[in-house]
């Protein structure tokens, strides 16, 4: 019984298995038939979107490359027609210059001018009383000046000097005086050179060009300026100006030829020198220099700015050549000037002057002069006080000698209101020390000025 049993067992087993693996082959059978449908169904499906992204980017390519072959075909035509219109152009340059050649020139259009013309200048209402003589009201000056660009590198421009005078003793009435201040054409080379031609005021110092009128906070002139240099001269000036660095320091400069000074009576006396007068026409309506040779001079000067509106310059002249009509004398003269900017309410200035020139009846005849002036704007006090703001304090200190034997010395306090920036009142008080008897102790300036 025990060997039939453990027959069976061993029989047994094998049967066992074979049914344990067929069950297990059967499930693996059925899971992997539904994952291969599942996978064939995908990889069908991404079949078709490849297929379909295989067409569109054919599709793509073959826009891109009509686009191309389009753009190509414009730059091509662009290419031509900016050929065609240069040819065009230059055909129409050239027959304007042939035109123009045949065709006289027409004027600018009215609008034109008128864009390109300006009135400047500026007006002087005096009263003045001086010691020993009558206090009165008198029209100083009427002072307009023309301006007419011509393009880009011509300029004019003129003033004129209008004022009223009493007539001659016995004569009743007044007379209007009117006076050619300077006449130049100006020829702008390039940014630092400039031709300058016509009746010119001349860079002897720097008063004569920036501080006649209004500009001047002082309402006379200085003495020494108007007695020993010339203010304006018939001829010709180059100028300019050449940056120093980039910290907006300039080198100016100044080389003219004029007419130069004259003598009043035709003689060589030393009385009869006449600074502003030979302006090339006689008095008979002939046409000539008063004496053989004109006169020449140069100004230079460098310009130092340390920040905006703090400066200095600094600046020497000189004019030398013949005055008498028989040109056996000369006149000279040397002038240093000098001013500075401390911010926007101090300012100071000066000149000084040296000239010479030989004559018949007192050989050589020295004459020097000299002024210095400052002014501070009370606004820089920060004072809240009605009025101060607008108020600004002046003073000058001078003193001639005229060669001839005058000595005169004269200070001067002032002030100028500003009203506006252009309409001014300004008033001085002038101490006046002179062995001239014809020059009074004292005298007071008032003074309405305005710039346009």
Not at 25 to 53: I, M
Not at 153 to 172: H, K, R, T, V, Y
Not at 258 to 270: C, F, Q
Request: a negative charge; proline letters at 4%.
């Amino acid at each position: 019984m025990k060997k039939t049993f453990k027959t069976n067992r061993w029989q047994m087993a094998p049967l066992l298995a074979g049914c344990v693996g067929g069950i297990s082959l059967s499930a693996t059978a059925q899971v992997s038939t539904a994952d291969f449908e599942a996978l064939k169904a995908t990889v069908l499906q991404l079949s078709e979107q490849v297929q379909s992204l295989k067409q569109t980017n054919q599709i793509s390519q073959q826009v891109h490359e009509q686009d191309v072959r389009q753009l190509k075909d414009l730059q091509s035509k662009l290419a031509e027609t900016q050929q065609t219109a240069a040819d065009a152009e230059q055909k129409s340059t050239a027959a304007a210059q042939a035109q123009a050649s045949t065709l006289p020139r027409m004027p600018l259009d009215e609008a034109t001018v008128n864009h390109n013309f300006q009135i400047l200048g500026d007006a002087e209402v005096q009263y003045a009383n001086a010691d020993h003589q009558y206090g009165s009201f008198l029209l100083a000056d009427f002072a307009p000046i023309f301006l007419y660009r011509g393009g880009d590198n011509i300029l004019f421009e003129a003033g004129f000097d209008f004022g009223l005078q009493n007539n001659a003793p016995n004569s009743p009435g007044y007379t209007t005086t009117i006076n050619l201040s300077f006449a130049q054409l100006d020829y702008v080379v390039n940014d630092y050179l400039t031709l300058c031609v016509g009746d010119l005021l001349l860079p002897l110092g720097t008063y004569s060009e920036r501080g006649a009128g209004w500009l001047n906070k002082i309402p006379d002139n200085p003495l020494a300026v108007d007695a020993l240099i010339p203010g304006n001269g018939i001829g010709a000036e180059l100028r300019g100006a050449l940056p120093l660095g980039e910290s907006g320091k300039l080198l100016n400069y100044a080389i003219f030829g004029v007419n130069g000074p004259g003598s009043a009576d035709g003689l060589g006396n030393a009385n009869s020198l006449d600074l502003g007068g030979n302006v090339g026409i006689k008095s008979n309506g002939s046409t000539a220099n008063l004496h053989k040779n004109p006169s020449g001079g140069a100004r230079l000067a460098v310009f130092l700015p340390f920040k905006p509106r703090y400066d200095l310059e600094f600046g020497v002249s000189g004019q030398i050549g013949e005055w008498d009509n028989f040109g056996t004398h000369l006149w000279t003269a040397g002038v240093l000037d000098a001013s500075v900017h401390l911010g926007p309410n101090f300012e100071a200035k000066g000149e000084y002057i040296l000239s010479r020139f030989g004559s018949d009846d007192l050989g050589l005849v020295r004459q020097q002069g000299w002024f210095a002036q400052a002014g501070y704007k009370l606004a820089g006090l920060n004072l809240e006080l009605p009025g101060v703001n607008n108020l600004e304090l002046v003073g000058r200190y001078e003193s001639l000698h005229d060669g001839l034997g005058n000595i005169t010395d004269r200070s001067t306090v002032g002030y100028v209101y500003y009203i506006t920036s252009a309409l001014l009142f300004e008033g001085d008080y002038e101490f006046i020390h002179s062995n001239d008897p014809a020059q009074p102790a004292t005298q007071l300036i008032l003074q309405i000025s305005y710039g346009f």
